[in-house]
């Protein structure tokens, strides 16, 4: 494996979020769009925060701040707080809601996303003791706000937040409102005289809600006001009263980093701890449609599930409350054509509703288009649960469609294009925040860069020195090596998600175990390899547990980096010769090639060594050797005879992963770093071209490559060495 080098294709398009927030700033707050969305809104301003949190940590505490001050007496954190210099372009404004005390704030709360953004501030400032002060200021503020969602919010102490109207769900017009809406019974006559104003912005009416639903909604608002707010009588009264998926496991994150926050300034944190043990439990046991393995919404009114086919049902995964066994089985949902499918060519991941179901809409607001606020969420949870391609193939979809089609509202799923309004605030935060936390380097000042610390080895190490098992049957080496790394594999290695469990497997029995197999390899005679298809498969093995080992031997935790030098000072012996995972990499598999940036070939004049030197490179190699490191590919044990059927599903699927961007409308194509250092491999730049479309899947974007070779412009992506554990 080949050194580091920081990635710069991505630099234009984080100037660009950042200008598209630096225009919507007004000083105090960001608007979330510049003209239909012209005041402060709750949950944008908690994904604004993260965006800030990277580059600017006073305006990310402002952001946050601004909201708290309209923070009601009972705790809630309203849903919208007006400006009273923009007033007039929204509806319903202050003059409408006639809050108690004539506050400049709407009635209603939103997902409650602040610790989370709180905790965030602090873990990326760079003024930490301000940072501190911040949170500090903030902990009573929010346990506030949670506290009054369990009080007035959940009467019967379910661990179940309820919400009380549409707009609070943060999916204003999800089908999952359609039942309940329909079956409030409402006089329209004795409606309180209203004008829509949300339909004077330019976007089509059909992206909209419809008319008898905006009726609904000010019914409900009506009434709020007509009860002053008095939360008692509002759940007796209300005919919309509904637990709400996404609501409730946005809680039960912001539970888990509240708790935290409070451990940070080492707060007694009971209460909190107790608000999460019980919406993880509520959410697991009550919102669970068994019959229909998925999380429902459940209509407190009617006393019923909601059923629908909306992309909130995953969001347990980002609250952390899903249970192992629900998480696989949403999985299966999700990784389906109702929400895109890796690899399925034709479509943007995840659109906000099953597109194989009654009511998915492509274009309308909440009812099929993908939101990036839901990728973003849901990449956080399938990345918690360790679902590594589908996180990838998320992120590269919110990467992609606002650099490929604007900073839009939505995007639609199936042709990428941008609605709603545009120079959308949380598209722009959360890109900048994805762009910083994943495509560059940025958080690895707290590993190998900066506070990890760096270890020297002062010679190379051979890790099956120690005199262990005597094979008088030399020929069984190979299939012992195998059978030992087949536990290890069974175990510790997910290869669906193409990650190690490297803790647990160092202190297993399967693993003394192989250190005792490895030291066979001593006696190993390499002559026994004779076709290539054995050569290529045994020599990719013994890379991938060589690095596996020096991983674990090593006590590496945060990358390989830690170890200059990682992949030329760890080695195996090998009958009378020494392999280290450079030697193996170049020097066999790649025809004793110079390592990229290197001078000279890896096996020098006299090497003997050179006698194991395959004589064609197979490019597909460079996805079947796993570097300890997120960037690399997921682990896989190679067999001899199903060889070249393996390394072309490795390369497919490193291909179609977020490692490879393709942006016809930019002219561009951001690259794995694999393609810049081992661009001879694959016979040049337009031998790279070639691989790629060979393996790319068939849609708009490979038809593009194809027929634009000649002026793509190709950029790389930064390499993660971050340990893939
Ligand atoms: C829409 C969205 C809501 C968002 C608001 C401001 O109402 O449905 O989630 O907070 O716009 O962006």
């Keep these: 494996m080949f050194g580091y080098r920081r990635n710069t294709g991505f630099r234009r398009y984080l100037r660009l979020a950042k200008n598209t927030l630096n225009n919507n700033w007004t000083g105090s707050y960001t608007k979330p769009s510049p003209r239909l969305y012209p005041h402060q809104w709750n949950w944008d301003s908690g994904f604004i925060a993260i965006g800030y949190s990277h580059y600017d940590q006073r305006r990310a505490q402002k952001e946050i701040m601004s909201l708290f001050k309209a923070q009601w007496p009972n705790g809630m954190l309203p849903q919208i707080v007006f400006n009273a210099r923009a007033l007039g372009n929204y509806f319903p404004e202050p003059d409408f809601w006639q809050i108690p005390g004539g506050g400049l704030t709407s009635g209603i709360t939103m997902p409650p996303l602040h610790a989370t953004a709180c905790l965030r501030i602090y873990q990326y400032a760079r003024q930490s003791d301000e940072a501190r002060s911040f949170l500090t200021t903030m902990y009573p503020k929010l346990v506030a706000s949670h506290r009054y969602l369990y009080q007035s919010r959940d009467p019967k102490k379910t661990g179940l937040a309820y919400i009380r109207h549409p707009w609070e769900s943060g999916l204003d017009n999800s089908p999952t409102w359609d039942s309940p809406l329909e079956k409030m019974r409402i006089d329209k006559k004795a409606l309180p005289p ?26 409900l608002v009506d009434l709020f006001r007509r009860y002053r707010y008095d939360e008692g009588s509002i759940y007796r009264e209300s005919p919309f009263l509904v637990q709400d998926v996404l609501f409730n496991s946005v809680l039960s994150r912001a539970n888990r980093d509240l708790s935290e926050i409070g451990k940070i300034l080492k707060m007694d944190t009971g209460e909190v701890k107790e608000w999460t043990t019980e919406t993880t439990r509520a959410l697991r046991q009550n919102l669970w449609c068994e019959n229909c393995s998925h999380f429902e919404a459940f209509d407190l009114v009617q006393e019923e599930f909601i ?22 089985r ?36 909440w009812r099929g288009p993908i939101w990036i606020n839901i990728n973003w969420m849901l990449s956080q949870g399938l990345q918690a649960y360790g679902y590594r391609e589908k996180t990838d193939a998320m992120k590269k979809d919110l990467a992609q469609l606002p650099i490929r089609f604007g900073f839009h509202e939505y995007f639609d799923s199936q042709t990428g294009e941008g609605y709603g309004s545009d120079n959308f605030s ?3 935060a959360l890109l900048i925040d994805l762009i910083s936390d994943y495509y560059e380097e940025d958080r690895n000042r707290f590993g190998w860069f900066g506070l990890g610390g760096v270890r020297r080895l002062k010679r190379c190490r051979i890790l099956n020195a120690i005199d262990g098992v005597r094979s008088d ?14 536990d290890l594999k069974d175990k510790f290695f997910d290869m669906n998600r193409g990650l190690v469990d490297y803790e647990s497997m160092k202190r297993s029995p399967e693993y003394a ?5 490895v030291t066979q390899l001593k006696q190993f005679d390499l002559a026994q390899l004779v076709t290539r298809e054995q050569k290529l498969a045994f020599w990719i093995n013994l890379y991938n547990v060589l690095v596996v080992h020096g991983i674990v031997d090593l006590g590496i935790s945060a990358s390989v980096r830690e170890v200059p030098d990682f992949f030329r000072n760890i080695s195996y012996q090998i009958g009378e010769f020494l392999f280290s995972p450079d030697d193996i990499e170049h020097g066999v598999l790649r025809g004793n090639a110079r390592p990229p940036y290197g001078i000279f070939s890896r096996f020098r004049g006299g090497d003997r060594r050179r006698q194991f030197i395959l004589d064609e490179v197979d490019p597909r190699i460079h996805f079947a050797l796993v570097c300890g490191s997120r960037s690399c590919a997921p682990i896989r044990f190679y067999k001899a005879d199903h060889i070249y059927d393996q390394l072309d599903l490795a390369a497919r699927n490193f291909i179609n992963s977020s490692e490879v961007i393709i942006l016809p409308e930019k002219d561009k194509i951001f690259l794995s770093q694999i393609f810049r250092w081992y661009e001879r491999d694959f016979g040049g730049k337009k031998g790279v071209f070639q691989f790629l479309l060979r393996y790319l899947d068939r849609d708009e974007r490979s038809r593009f490559l194809e027929n634009h070779m000649d ?7 930064f390499y993660d060495w971050n340990l893939n554990h």
């Design 194 to 219: 209203y004008e829509r104003k949300d339909l004077n912005h330019g976007i089509p009416a059909e992206q909209r809600p419809s008319d008898d639903h905006y009726d609904r909604y000010v019914y």
């Design 307 to 328: 059923h629908t086919s909306t992309v909130a049902t995953f969001m347990p995964l980002f609250g952390r409350a899903a249970s192992t066994a629900q998480a696989e």
């Design 513 to 517: 175990e192989y250190q005792k197999r």
């Design 473 to 486: 049957t030399m020929a069984d080496v190979a299939s012992a090596l195998k059978a030992g790394l087949g």
């Design 330 to 365: 949403l999985y299966e949902y999700l990784n389906s054509i109702a929400f895109c499918e890796l690899h399925q060519g034709n479509c943007f991941t995840v659109p906000t509703h099953d597109m194989t179901q009654k009511g998915y809409d492509p274009q309308n607001y």
């Design 426 to 428: 949380w598209t722009a």
């Design 711 to 717: 002026r793509i412009i190709t950029e790389y992506l």
